[in-house]
């Protein structure tokens, strides 16, 4: 997938607040949504995101980058 589209997506998590939300928008599945952030991660370098069951938080270069990308 092009970088251009997994930073839409990054973008997108960080303003819903939710990987299950970017999910049904895009009528695909949370875990998706999940490897595309995790694609975007890996090929920064970086943890962008903090993952738990209930929410998520970003990274310091998670804001940093998200400030960037908006």
């Not at 999940?34 to 993952?51: D, F, H, M, W």
């Not at 209930?54 to 980058?65: D, F, S």
């Amino acid at each position: 997938m092009d970088r251009l589209r997994l930073l839409e997506t990054f973008v997108r998590v960080v303003e819903s607040g939710s990987f299950s939300a970017v999910a049904r928008e895009e009528r695909t599945t949370q875990s998706a949504i999940s490897k595309q952030v995790q694609a975007l991660e890996a090929q920064l370098g970086t943890r962008l995101l903090v993952r738990s069951t209930r929410r998520q938080a970003l990274t310091e270069a998670g804001q940093l980058y998200y400030e960037r990308c908006r």
